[in-house]
């Protein structure tokens, strides 16, 4: 009940592509659902996050789509670039309980062709 | 300061070494946090220290023993260690314990264990 699905494993695009990745939770819990973005040799970074009382939220070219009833979320790149190639991982933690423990999804490796 | 720096960057130690990690933010958070990440794995929380008192250890082996001297350092010191405790150790603060904000992250410490 504490896993985060998250899928495809890898995916590439061309650029301006726009690539989809999904993810699912059981734990109603969560609370709070981030998405990171890590490059090779460097640590995760927060990319957009979202809680479970907004459906939708864009920042720049990302954009997270959230389904409380299907407990699912997804993080869309619009106009991909090559400069997007990285891994992303999505993530959950439930604030209430005190929101020390971040769930990640396996990670989503993202290469966007030139 | 928007940063996590962690020292060193590369570390290499044999079976009987003792060795440390060092970690220091100066965004004043008071959440911090020890990762362990395997090659095309996500991170797994190993520690979380709040208010410089360690609040969450996720059953990790006593041969890891974190230490919080002030609100701006932390500490992994490694004794014993394992072939298979290889990994890239990520250090993270938040502003609060969970965050709900960002939490960041440094750029990782990449341990070899010979």
């Known amino acids: 009940q504490q896993q985060v699905k998250q899928s495809p494993q890898s995916l590439i695009v061309q650029k301006g592509g726009i690539p989809i990745i999904n993810c699912a939770y059981e734990?109603?819990?969560?609370?709070?659902f981030p998405w990171y973005q890590q490059f090779p040799g460097k640590g995760p970074a927060l990319l957009i996050a979202i809680r479970p009382d907004v459906s939708e939220k864009k920042e720049g070219r990302f954009t997270i789509s959230f389904n409380k009833s299907a407990k699912q979320f997804s993080l869309h790149i619009m106009d991909s670039q090559p400069g997007d190639s990285a891994t992303y991982f999505c993530?959950?933690?439930?604030?209430?309980?005190?929101?020390?423990?971040?769930?990640f999804g396996a990670g989503t490796r993202l290469f966007v062709k030139a | 300061d928007t940063e996590v720096t962690q020292t060193p960057k590369h570390l290499v130690m044999g079976m009987t070494n003792k060795k440390s990690l060092k970690c220091e933010q100066h965004?004043?958070?008071?959440?911090m946090y020890w990762y362990k990440q395997k090659a095309k794995k996500p991170p797994e929380l190993m520690f979380v220290?709040?208010?410089?008192?360690?609040?969450i250890n996720e059953s990790v082996p006593s041969r890891f023993s974190p230490e919080c001297p002030n609100s701006s350092l932390l500490n992994l010191h490694l004794h014993a260690l394992q072939p298979e405790d290889s990994a890239l150790y990520l250090c993270?603060?938040?502003?609060?314990?969970?965050?709900?904000?960002?939490?960041?992250f440094g750029p990782g410490t990449r341990l070899t264990v010979l």
């Open positions: 220290y709040s208010y410089e008192k360690l609040s």
């Open positions: 965004m004043g958070h008071r959440a």
């Open positions: 734990n109603t819990a969560f609370d709070y």
């Open positions: 993270a603060s938040s502003h609060r314990p969970g965050g709900g904000n960002e939490q960041f």
């Open positions: 993530a959950a933690l439930s604030l209430k309980a005190g929101g020390f423990k971040t769930i």
